[in-house]
């Protein structure tokens, strides 16, 4: 639990006792005939009403209730396609890791776990990289960017085994990206 959240909580707990020792003591009189009064009257006379309606009709409304949902789930199941529908990659094609990446990049400065999803997306688009360059399976080239041996840059070597930070913005996260990134490609043109 954050602490933001927390200190929500205590502040409604001591607001609610605040109000019950107030509504108790002070405004008693007024509680009772300005809120719960009409409240209990309002509760009785729904009471009253729905215990004179025949039984068939709680019956008759509840099919009804029921079969209207059931028609419109299936309508939703059965019915046209939507007015928009989701642009689908052509068939045999996979779909493209770098545009799914770029779009966990654009929300990473924001949120952490966007943060901790690229850095595991990047982890593994590093190793088949690694791979491809070093000749070796891609458990092996796992191993060689845990062990920070396939690059002499220390920033870039960080960037795999440092925990994302867990506040809301990190402008840093940005810089540290932008210079893995730079790395990798040299890395992969065989620059390093």
């Not at 929500?8 to 809120?35: H, M």
């Not at 990190?170 to 992969?188: I, K, N, Q, W």
Request: aromatic share 10%; net charge positive.
């Amino acid at each position: 639990m954050n602490a933001r959240r927390r200190l929500f909580l205590i502040v409604a707990a001591v607001l609610a006792a605040g109000f019950s020792v107030l509504f108790a003591t002070i405004l008693q009189e007024w509680f009772r005939t300005a809120i719960l009064a009409p409240l209990m009257r309002g509760v009785f006379l729904v009471h009253f009403y729905t215990l004179r309606l025949p039984q068939w009709l709680w019956w008759v409304a509840g099919l009804l209730l029921g079969g209207a949902v059931l028609l419109r789930m299936a309508f939703r199941a059965l019915g046209p396609a939507t007015k928009h529908p989701r642009r689908r990659a052509p068939a045999g094609r996979s779909v493209d890791e770098l545009e799914r990446l770029a779009s966990l990049i654009e929300h990473a400065p924001h949120h952490p776990f966007y943060r901790k999803r690229v850095t595991g997306e990047l982890a593994r688009l590093v190793a088949r990289v690694i791979s491809r360059q070093e000749g070796v399976s891609v458990d092996q080239a796992r191993a060689c960017l845990e062990a920070g041996a396939w690059s002499s840059d220390d920033l870039a070597q960080s960037f795999f085994r440092a925990k994302p930070k867990r506040r809301r913005r990190s402008p840093r996260f940005a810089e540290e990206l932008e210079h893995t990134l730079d790395v990798v490609e040299r890395y992969g043109q065989g620059g390093l």
